[in-house]
């Protein structure tokens, strides 16, 4: 039988080749993939990532190819991407602790959820996490996606998440203990160094943030604690981390190899690789 992935997009922009790589793997292997945005919301590719000609500042070069633009742009294009599966509507949503019926609604939310995530967990084998900017705003603190992640986890089955995708492991919390998942894991990430320092843009808003508004480096150094860590692999042309369950991936370059890596989970049992 076929491997079946989710792959969860931000609806305010993927980096193509951060979908385009693992996606290309995937379909040479026979894999079925399905697409889930927040809301349902058709996904796109953030502008720079279609540009080979993009300069990206903090490595001084551009980081697509044209091969990779074109196929990224085709992808965009494409109507895989439309009516993808919408998080809000398959998951509930937690109620606040100043409901008038708290305890009732809570009963009523953890119910409804694992039928959800029973549903979910049943279809599919594996989850990506896709990188780019657009996951700061929609993925990293999205409690249905935490719940999510917490569930693939608690059923043993692998994860994949690409740069500042990465976040939403971090985030990713059981309610009573709030630590973080990635607690006593090897994970890369965006480190320091890739962070830009002007330019930070998202897909549909006009709004130039400036640098990223957290350094993801430091929130997956604090993520991991004393017993795990995190590693940039600054200087190095490819950084992914494999930490059984999670498959974490620095960023762009890395997309190919972080997909690789993930069918060798799901086929062979790798368990660990990087570090």
Request: charged share 25%; aromatic share 10%.
């Amino acid at each position: 039988m076929s491997k079946r992935v989710l792959v969860v997009l931000s609806e305010f922009g993927y980096w193509g080749e951060e979908l385009v790589g693992p996606l290309d793997v995937f379909d040479a292997r026979g894999y079925r993939t399905a697409f889930i945005t927040p809301t349902g919301k058709r996904p796109q590719a953030l502008p720079p990532s279609l540009d080979s000609e993009y300069i990206d500042p903090p490595l001084g070069r551009a980081v697509t190819t044209r091969d990779m633009a074109r196929r990224a742009r085709a992808m965009d294009d494409s109507s895989r991407l439309d009516n993808p599966l919408s998080l809000a509507e398959m998951l509930p949503e937690r109620p606040y602790y100043s409901a008038l019926n708290h305890l009732r609604d809570l009963e009523e939310y953890n119910r409804r959820l694992g039928a959800a995530t029973g549903e979910l967990l049943a279809s599919f084998d594996a989850m990506v996490v896709v990188g780019g900017s657009g996951p700061i705003v929609d993925l990293a603190n999205n409690e249905r996606l935490h719940e999510l992640i917490l569930a693939f986890v608690a059923a043993g089955k692998p994860i994949l998440a690409e740069c500042y995708g990465v976040a939403a492991l971090a985030f990713a919390r059981d309610a009573e203990s709030r630590a973080s998942l990635l607690r006593g894991k090897h994970v890369t990430g965006h480190p320091k160094e890739y962070d830009y320092k002007d330019g930070t843009g998202f897909v549909g808003v006009e709004f130039n943030m400036g640098p990223p508004p957290y350094p993801l480096e430091y929130i997956l150094r604090d993520a991991t604690g004393p017993d795990g860590a995190f590693h940039g692999n600054v200087g190095k042309e490819t950084s992914v981390v494999v930490d059984f369950p999670f498959v974490t991936a620095r960023s762009t370059p890395d997309s190919v190899l972080a997909g690789e890596l993930l069918a060798e989970v799901l086929e062979n049992g790798l368990r660990r690789f990087g570090w």
